[in-house]
C-alpha cells in the first residue's frame, strides 16, 4: 500500500504544477493500485454553449431598462452567450427591416457571431399603434414570418415569444385584446407545425386577475402596463431556460 500511497502522492503533485522525480513513476502499474495520474484530471465541461441574438421592442433593449431576460439567461449559462437587439418602440415592419444586419450582419463591417438560437419578440407596438384590421394582422403576421424563414434558411433554431399581457384594456377597445389572442393563436400554430422550434408563452404567469392586464408586481412603473420590472424579466428567463436552455454551460 506504500507503493499505492507513493503514486497517488506523485501524480497530485505533477497536477499541482509540483516537481517530482522520477516522473516515469506515474506510468507504473501496480495490482495493489488502481489509482492512476489520469485521475487527477479535470472533468470535461458537459452541457451545450448556446450562441443567441434577441429582436424586440423596449422589453429587449437593454438601453432603456430592457432586455433582463437576456442577462439572467447569461448568468445560469456563463459559457454561452446572448446578444438582445432591442429597440423601443419598434414595430415588427421595424424588426424585419434590420433583422439580416443585427443577427447575419448583412450590409455592416460588424463581425457576428455564427448564432444558434434567435429570439423573436414583438407585435405589441404594432397593435397598440395600429387600427386593427385583418390586413394589419397579415401584415404582423407576415412580418414575424419573414424573420423565422431568413433564420431557418441560414440554420438557426427560431424560439418565438407569445405576447404577454400588455394592458389592452387601458386602451377600452374590445379589438386590441381580441388581436393579442389572435396572434397568440398564430404563433401556436407555427410551434405545432414546426416553423418555429419553439414557443414560449408566460401570459399566464403574467397576468393578474385578467389575460389583459399585467400584474402590478411585475410592472416596472406601478401605472405601466407594458414593461416589466426584474421581477418580470426573471419569468420569461426561467420559461427560456426550463424549455429551451436548461442543458447550457
Known amino acids: 500500500m506504500r507503493t499505492c500511497a507513493r503514486l497517488i502522492a506523485a501524480a497530485a ?3 499541482l504544477g509540483v516537481a517530482v522525480a522520477p516522473a516515469h513513476a506515474l506510468t507504473v502499474s501496480s495490482s495493489r ?15 451545450r454553449r448556446y450562441v443567441v441574438a434577441a429582436i424586440g421592442d423596449s422589453i429587449t433593449d437593454q438601453r432603456i431598462g430592457g432586455g433582463r431576460y437576456m442577462a439572467e439567461l447569461q448568468a445560469r449559462c456563463p459559457d454561452s452567450r446572448f446578444d438582445a437587439y432591442g429597440v423601443g418602440g419598434q414595430q415588427t415592419s421595424h424588426m424585419r427591416w434590420r433583422f439580416r444586419q443585427d443577427v447575419f ?35 404582423i403576421e407576415g412580418n414575424l414570418a ?15 415569444v407569445a405576447l404577454p399581457p400588455w394592458g389592452q384594456s387601458k386602451f377600452g377597445k374590445r379589438p386590441k385584446a381580441k388581436a393579442t389572442a389572435v396572434l397568440n393563436e398564430w404563433l401556436s400554430a407555427r410551434a405545432q407545425t414546426g ?55
Open 195 to 249: 416553423q418555429v422550434d419553439a414557443l414560449v408563452d408566460v401570459g399566464a404567469d403574467l397576468a393578474c386577475g385578467s389575460a389583459m392586464n399585467l400584474c402590478p408586481k411585475y410592472r416596472k412603473f406601478p401605472s405601466d402596463h407594458v414593461h416589466w420590472n426584474a421581477a418580470g424579466h426573471r419569468v420569461l428567463a426561467r420559461h427560456l431556460f426550463s424549455q429551451v436552455f436548461s442543458d447550457c454551460r
Open 146 to 160: 419573414k424573420m423565422y424563414g431568413m433564420a431557418a434558411a441560414r440554420g438557426l433554431e427560431v424560439i418565438a
Open 13 to 15: 503533485a505533477v497536477w
Open 105 to 139: 450582419g448583412v450590409g455592416t463591417t460588424a463581425a457576428k457571431p455564427s448564432y444558434t438560437h434567435v429570439i423573436v419578440f414583438g407585435g405589441i407596438n404594432d397593435l397598440a399603434a395600429r387600427h386593427i384590421t385583418p390586413r394589419a394582422l397579415a401584415e
Open 33 to 47: 493500485c488502481l489509482t492512476r495520474a489520469s485521475d487527477f484530471q479535470p472533468a470535461p465541461k458537459t452541457g
